[in-house]
Nanobody, 116 residues
Framework: QLQLVESGGSLVQPGGSVRLSCAAS????????VAWFRQAPGKEREGVSC??????STQYADSVKGRFTISRGNEKVYLEMNRLKPEDTAIYYC???????????WGQGSQVTVSS
């Protein structure tokens, strides 16, 4: 079965850090561009960061620049989130897309809650 699985979500205080992981089952993640999205209660899903299949190209939403880092290693993609703010509270989703074949997979989401 081909699927993505996110992990690492938690409850953290403002200013804290969380590292999310995205792992693939049934296919090799290194052949895919990977993006992280998030959806807060009552809001639309928004893009947070993305990473090219070669790992050399990264992009970040303005709201997370300088605080979040996307990276690839050990056949996973990570989102390191630092200096977290309450407005970062959301379900975070991983999306992997093979730009050559059009195959696209989404994870089930991982909850990150930033609260004191």
């Amino acid at each position: 079965q081909l699927q993505l699985v996110e992990s690492g979500g938690s409850l953290v205080q403002p200013g804290g850090s969380v590292r999310l992981s995205c792992a693939a089952s049934g296919f090799r993640l290194d052949a895919y561009a990977v993006a992280w999205f998030r959806q807060a209660p009552g809001k639309e899903r928004e893009g947070v960061s993305c990473l090219g299949s070669t790992g050399s190209s990264t992009q970040y939403a303005d709201s997370v620049k300088g605080r979040f880092t996307i990276s690839r290693g050990n056949e996973k993609v990570y989102l390191e989130m630092n200096r977290l703010k309450p407005e970062d509270t959301a379900i975070y989703y991983c999306d992997a897309e093979n730009l050559a074949t059009g195959e696209d997979y989404w994870g089930q989401g991982s909850q990150v809650t930033v609260s004191s």
